[in-house]
């Protein structure tokens, strides 16, 4: 008798299971996904998307699971008064644990060979430190991200070399960031472009993007850094080429009287001591 | 029963109470910036708000203005009685034009980058210094900048000669002291809640001058509360 019970709860668990993840993971995949984080804002944040839908997708099933057996367990298996006594033994079942351990390394390896595919279509926005092996193809702008506390300068070495404290990128075209740092340890956040690289005194580390069409985007540092951190934070522009062309020698013009005190153009730099401080 | 019930009562009102306190203390924290905030003095000039803001710039703030930190580099505001105050957080009014006067009464530092040698975010895109106008001042003879990124104002502020005779040792500084004078002018816009800077890491004694007075809220950093 206490046998047809179990099976009996186990019945209704996979079928209460099998119900609500026929219907939540639909919903999901083709309702939810599409407003997942980060957006539409570059390549890498759309390719972002698919693999977050993806994946949240696939693990709505485990989630349901685990809310069916919680709710169920809550609700059946509750104590209602009367003595306290010991439930039934407990006694291995090969069958489930062949299942539980196949069915979980299936998709533990499928999402780690998915996200390992991804990443290596051009690295997902991602930083990928100084010798990128996911390098996409074709022509791309390189553009120098400086952090400093508190603040994120951007240098042009292919427009002179020319340095602004305002992001503008030139829309539909292949970004190649290098993010840098001057003093401690930030990290370059472009939330709507998909693009998060850490930013470390003497490190090159390089993140590619693919612009769309022309938006704004917030900036942000990622990585605690000081007194300021919580106000490191900025906004950026895609603009057409053509505007991007012209914005960029207006500000060779602006910052034109600064020029000559630039260092020439390199991967990191080591600034001297300060005459003072320590 | 009732005590279970009562015990989880006492948890939530509790976890309330620690949670207000905290938020009053951030929310000080961050409006604050450790010090009340100073009103600077508003005239009005053919129907248009204008903002006289003078502001000096201390090697060493001394024991009267900072028992604590004597020897921390510091930024002070005048009020109008002349007297220097150890106020960082500054009440403008929104749509104004500010005026902007800073007495430097340190040496250099140095900046650490470049780019903000370049007076950005004010009239012209120039200061005068001690009555001179510059579009530019050679990065290593930056003592300070004054910096409002969410403008894009930055000023570099020029030193006081290393060899320069009556230096001042502590402030408040006389004006009979060696010093810079620098001005420049920017505007506020809408109402909001700016922080400033100095962009030199020019903390003296501390690990590539971050420390100190630089992590410090309220020495070479404040707030624009814009009204």
Redesign the interface.
């Given at each position: 008798m206490p046998e047809r019970v179990s099976e009996s709860h186990g019945r209704r668990v996979i079928v209460a299971w099998i119900v609500l993840s026929v219907v939540a993971t639909p919903l999901v995949a083709f309702v939810l996904g599409p407003h997942l984080p980060p957006g539409n804002g570059s390549a890498q944040a759309s390719e972002q998307v698919f693999d977050n839908t993806w994946i949240t997708a696939i693990v709505t099933p485990v989630v349901c699971l685990l809310v069916v057996f919680f709710v169920y367990a809550l609700t059946q298996f509750r104590h209602r008064g009367g003595a306290l006594v010991d439930g039934p033994p407990l006694r291995n079942d090969s069958r489930v644990q062949i299942w539980w351990i196949s069915v979980t390394s299936l998709v533990v390896l499928f999402l780690a060979g998915f996200g390992t595919y991804e990443l290596l279509q051009n690295g997902s926005g991602g930083g990928q430190g100084p010798d990128p092996i996911a390098i996409p193809k074709g022509h791309k702008i390189p553009v120098q991200v400086?952090a400093?506390?508190?603040?994120f300068?951007y240098r042009y070495p292919t427009y002179g070399g020319v340095?602004?404290?305002?992001l503008v990128l030139p829309a539909d075209s292949y970004i190649e960031l290098h993010v840098t740092s001057?003093?401690?340890i930030h990290s370059f956040w472009a939330y709507e472009l998909g693009v998060k690289a850490d930013a470390n005194p003497g490190v090159d580390n390089i993140a590619y993007v693919k612009t769309k069409g022309p938006r704004t985007f917030h900036v942000r540092c990622a990585e605690l850094c000081?007194?300021?951190h919580g106000?490191m934070f900025?906004n950026g522009r895609v603009v057409p080429m053509a505007q991007f062309t012209a914005w960029i020698k207006a500000q060779s013009r602006?910052?034109a009287?600064?020029a000559k005190?630039?260092?020439k153009y390199a991967d990191v730099y080591y600034?001297?001591?300060?005459?003072?401080?320590? | 029963m009732r005590a279970t019930g009562l015990k989880l009562i006492g948890v939530i009102v509790g976890l309330a109470a620690a949670g207000v306190l905290i938020g009053l203390y951030v929310a000080k924290l961050t409006t604050e910036a450790g010090s009340a905030a100073y009103t600077v003095p508003v005239t009005t000039r053919g129907g248009h708000k204008v903002v006289d803001l003078r502001i000096e710039t201390v090697a060493a703030v001394g024991p009267q203005l900072s028992p604590g930190h004597p020897d921390f580099v510091s930024y002070l505001v005048r009020d109008t009685q002349g007297k220097w105050l150890r106020r960082t957080v500054w009440r403008l009014p929104a749509d104004a034009t500010v005026h902007v006067t800073i007495y430097n009464f340190d040496?250099?530092?140095?900046l650490?980058?470049?780019?903000y040698?370049?007076p950005?975010g004010v009239d012209g895109?120039v200061m005068t210094v001690d009555g001179k106008t510059m579009?530019?001042l050679?990065?290593?003879d930056a003592s300070h900048t004054f910096?409002v990124?969410a403008y894009?104002l930055?000023v570099p502020v020029a030193p006081v000669a290393d060899d320069a005779k009556n230096q001042c040792d502590y402030a408040p500084c006389a004006m009979s002291t060696a010093h810079r004078t620098i001005q420049f002018t920017f505007h506020t816009g809408k109402p909001g809640h700016f922080?400033w800077?100095c962009?030199?890491?020019?903390?003296?004694?501390?690990?590539?001058?971050?420390g100190g007075p630089?992590?410090?809220?309220g020495y070479m950093?404040g707030f624009l509360n814009v009204v």
């Open positions: 400086i400093q506390q508190w603040q300068t340095e602004t404290p305002e001057l003093d401690a000081g007194l300021w106000y900025d602006a910052f009287p600064v005190y630039l260092p600034p001297d001591p300060q005459r003072r401080a320590g | 040496g250099a530092s140095g650490r980058n470049p780019l040698a370049r950005q895109n579009d530019v050679p990065p290593d910096a990124p894009g930055v922080r800077q962009f030199v890491p020019c903390a003296a004694g501390w690990i590539d001058g971050f630089m992590q410090t809220i950093d």
